[in-house]
């Protein structure tokens, strides 16, 4: 069984992450959702930003999600305490989803934690049910007990 593993982001991650970025918009968009792409730059300079000046960014972490010693995605905790992830297409609704957030957990235990999810995007909402979060009109909370 192939582990699913967290390394903090760098800047060898800077393509990758941005593509994980764009597939997501994309992904949105083909629900009908109208959401504008980042530039390249723009996105450069906010994971440079967190890298170099953390303590003025608003991630508090920002891990890429290994599949083995494939890089498939990243996730994000913010300082809100709200995260996000994204895996790329080709892994997902293959059962990952379901290794990561058991691994994430794992790692990360606060209090409280919540995900905003756009209304049309039922997979992820499937997911965060399936891990115990409740739904809050397009949020989702899970209180650690």
Not at 7 to 31: G, M, V, W
Not at 53 to 73: L, Q, R, T
Not at 84 to 92: H, M, Q
């Amino acid at each position: 069984m192939t582990d699913i593993i967290f390394q903090d982001i760098t800047i060898a991650d800077i393509d990758l992450s941005y593509e994980l970025h764009r597939q997501y918009c994309k992904f949105l968009q083909s629900l009908g959702v109208e959401i504008n792409m980042t530039q390249f730059s723009n996105h450069e300079q906010f994971v440079l930003k967190f890298i170099n000046d953390n303590d003025n960014h608003p991630y508090k972490k920002w891990y890429m999600i290994c599949f083995g010693d494939v890089k498939i995605g990243y996730v994000v905790i913010k300082k809100i305490g709200e995260f996000g992830y994204v895996l790329l297409e080709e892994y997902r609704d293959v059962g990952i989803g379901t290794k990561f957030f058991t691994e994430f957990f794992k790692l990360h235990k606060p209090e409280t934690v919540w995900a905003r999810s756009k209304i049309e995007n039922k997979r992820s909402h499937h997911m965060l049910e399936k891990f115990g979060f409740n739904k809050t009109d397009y949020e989702f909370h899970y209180e650690v007990r």
